[in-house]
């Protein structure tokens, strides 16, 4: 059974990994052409989901290592 206490970190940690998306695609991808009609790689896309699995607040999303299109498919 979880606990409020259990229940309460889980969904912190998906706000901080939406947080951090919206934070990217606002600052990176407002002038990309077509950024949510293109598909991003599942490979990246289950990578960056693993690091915010493991830790959600030491995630930076760089734009030298994720196209915007990675990070909207989430």
Excluded: D, P
């Excluded at 889980?10 to 939406?18: A, D, H, M, P």
């Excluded at 995630?59 to 290592?65: K, L, P």
Aim: charged residues 20%.
């Amino acid at each position: 059974m979880i606990t409020k206490t259990g229940l309460l970190a889980i969904l912190l940690k998906y706000f901080v990994f939406l947080l951090q998306c919206i934070k990217f695609v606002y600052s990176h991808g407002v002038m990309t052409e077509g950024i949510y009609r293109k598909a991003g790689s599942n490979i990246s896309v289950n990578k960056l989901l693993a690091q915010f699995r493991s830790n959600a607040w030491a995630v930076q999303i760089s734009r030298e290592e994720y196209r915007c299109s990675r990070i909207v498919t989430f």
